[in-house]
């Protein structure tokens, strides 16, 4: 089965005064919405847009694995654990935030920012935070993050090439930009797959493309 998500149903969320525009494809904050709280291990898929000099103050987090990807600009990240990096276009951050963790992110740079941050559940709760930054990840490169049963396929194609989509009992589909098609579907920047039970899928590139394409096993009772 596969239920389509188009990128302007989102949440909209941010403080556009403050330089800070978010897009929400999963239930969040204020945006409560019972029958959309989550996908497998997925419970958000947030793109951040933060323009110079804007950023999200010191905040708390805990039980949950952050996947950030940058699509332009630069990522300021500082955490309670004495992290301190840049993070731009090509690397992959992972916070695992365990037991708790608080950080902060910004647009140090002169550039807008804008970035793709993606929330798990773990498979079990508790234990020290721990945090990684990927340089640089190489096209097609798989990044497992056992922690909470997923794995990450980063997908680039060009128009008319074609990539298959992981036979897996959840996957999950996000455009970062371009167009590519899923089977009858058109998919555009913003748009999301959610895919269950998927055999055989692929994606064709109708124009230049960026994909973020998750694999997750069964649904697991995460209580």
Do not use: K
Not at 80 to 95: F, I, W
Not at 174 to 179: Q, T
């Amino acid at each position: 089965m596969i239920e389509v998500r188009r990128g302007q149903e989102r949440y909209r969320g941010g403080d556009p005064d403050a330089g800070i525009e978010t897009f929400h494809s999963f239930s969040f904050g204020p945006h409560f919405d019972p029958d959309n709280l989550r996908f497998g291990a997925l419970i958000a898929c947030n793109e951040e847009r933060l323009a110079p000099g804007a950023g999200f103050d010191e905040h708390p987090h805990r039980d949950t694995e952050i996947v950030t990807w940058v699509v332009e600009g630069e990522l300021t990240h500082r955490d309670s654990a004495g992290h301190d990096t840049t993070v731009r276009p090509g690397d992959l951050q992972r916070l695992s935030s365990a037991g708790g963790v608080r950080h902060i992110e910004r647009n140090d740079g002169a550039a807008p920012l804008r970035f793709v941050q993606m929330w798990l559940a773990p498979l079990s709760f508790g234990g020290e935070a721990a945090y990684e930054v990927i340089r640089g990840i190489a096209d097609g490169t798989p990044y497992a993050l056992p922690q909470a049963g997923a794995m990450l396929h980063l997908r680039h194609l060009a128009a008319g090439e074609r990539t298959a989509v992981p036979d897996a009992a959840r996957a999950y589909v996000h455009v970062v930009r371009g167009a590519v098609q899923l089977a009858a579907d058109r998919l555009e920047a913003g748009d999301a797959a959610r895919i269950t039970d998927g055999e055989g899928l692929e994606l064709r590139g109708l124009e230049a493309a960026e994909c973020l394409v998750w694999e997750m096993g069964a649904e697991v009772d995460y209580r």
